[in-house]
Each structure stands twice: as C-alpha cells, then as structure tokens.
C-alpha cells in the first residue's frame, strides 16, 4: 500500500499483489480498506479487482469489498461501482459477477436499500442487465412503494450534443419495463411506468424547443 501510494501505477495489472494475495490473503481486507480512503486515485485498482474475480475465493472477497466500497457508502456508488464491475470480454467473469449481483437480490429481495444499491450497480455499469434485474426484483418484491424507490436510470449523466436521444432511451425502456410485467400484480406498477414515460415526453418537448431556440441564436 505503501508501494502504490507513491506510484500510482505501481504493479498496474495486479499481478505482484496477486501473488502476494496468495501467500496472505488477509492483504485483501487491507487493501480494500485503503482503497475505499483512496477512491478517487486512478490507474491501479481497476487492474487489481479484476484479478480478484479468478481467485478461488472470489465470492468472499466481493462480499466484503462491496459491504466496504458500496454498502457503506451513503452516497455516489459511481466509482466502486466502476472498480468491482467493470464491464470485461471474460465470460468467464462477466458470468460470475452477474451470479454474484443476482444472488445479492435474492438474499435481500426484501430489504429495498440493499436492492436499490444492487441496481444501482447495473444502472450505472451494466445497462444492459437492468431490464433483467429489475424484471427480477419485481418477481420477488412486488410493493409498489418498494419499486418506486428503485433508480431506473443513471443518479448522474453526462452527454455531448442533444439531449433528445437519452431522452428517447429512456422511453423506450419504461415501455420495455412495462411491456415486461404480465399479470394483475403489476397495474399500480405498469401506471406509473406509463406515468413516467408521458413526464419525460413533455421533457422531450421542452427541450426540443430549448435546443431549437439555441441553435436558431447561433444561426
């Protein structure tokens, strides 16, 4: 830690702590410590997590640097979310790291916070589960107060050009969230969808006209 702390790309891709991971695997607790005090650094952790995913003990690991890195936090989850799941070409990873969210949903399929972080995670990094993972939170959970505290987009974007198109996207997965949940379960569920889809049409409108109004002053 020493090490890494005056050399930010200090055994970039994790190997050298890797090895010492398996001689003293208590290292990890350490280290995830220090990390969750070092959030914002960059260059070497990113490396040093996706290691962890190969190790034997994998599981426990992420039990522990998720309570760490996203549990404890009470805010912005962006960067441990980035750190634990970043987005890999390893299926092998990809497979375990989806297991391992999709079980922490079932473990606390009652316990919306724990949820909310859990898809926050998906939302953030892995978008392209979200239709899944909330799909499957819904079939274990089905309070309408619980599902509306759920963050079906980003807490936080950023986008260059128009906005219309994030607008549109946002759209089309309410209409896919809904179009998903069959039965008499989800008609509180589904009206608020539709709900959410006509607020972000009127958006689109208002910000069609801004866009319009700003680029008709540049002309």
């Not at 607790?29 to 962890?52: A, L, M, S, T």
């Not at 039965?183 to 319009?212: Q, W």
Request: glycine share 2%; proline share 2%.
């Amino acid at each position: 830690m020493n090490a890494i702390e005056n050399d930010n790309y200090m055994d970039y891709c994790g190997k050298l702590f890797i090895k010492i991971f398996e001689q003293r695997p208590t290292i990890w607790k350490e280290y995830v410590d220090w990390v969750k005090d070092n959030i914002h650094r960059d260059g070497y952790e990113q490396k040093i997590f996706e290691r962890i995913w190969y190790v034997e003990k994998w599981h426990e690991c992420i039990d522990y640097a998720f309570k760490v890195l996203v549990d404890d936090m009470e805010f912005w989850i962006g960067e441990p979310a980035k750190l634990l799941f970043m987005k890999t070409q390893d299926n092998i990873v990809l497979e375990r790291k989806k297991q391992w969210l999709f079980d922490k949903l079932h473990e606390n399929r009652l316990d919306v916070g724990k949820c909310r972080k859990l898809i926050d995670v998906v939302v953030t990094v892995l978008p392209e589960w979200k239709l899944e993972f909330i799909t499957e939170f819904l079939k274990d959970n089905k309070k309408m107060e619980d599902f509306e505290k759920l963050h079906l987009f980003p807490v936080f974007c950023s986008w260059s050009g128009s906005e219309v198109p994030l607008i549109l996207e946002k759209i089309e997965f309410l209409k896919s969230l809904k179009d998903n949940l069959k039965g008499i379960d989800y008609i509180e569920h589904k009206k608020y969808l539709e709900e959410r889809c006509r607020s972000f049409e009127k958006y689109k409108e208002e910000v069609e006209l801004r866009e319009y109004l700003e680029n008709a002053d540049y002309a």
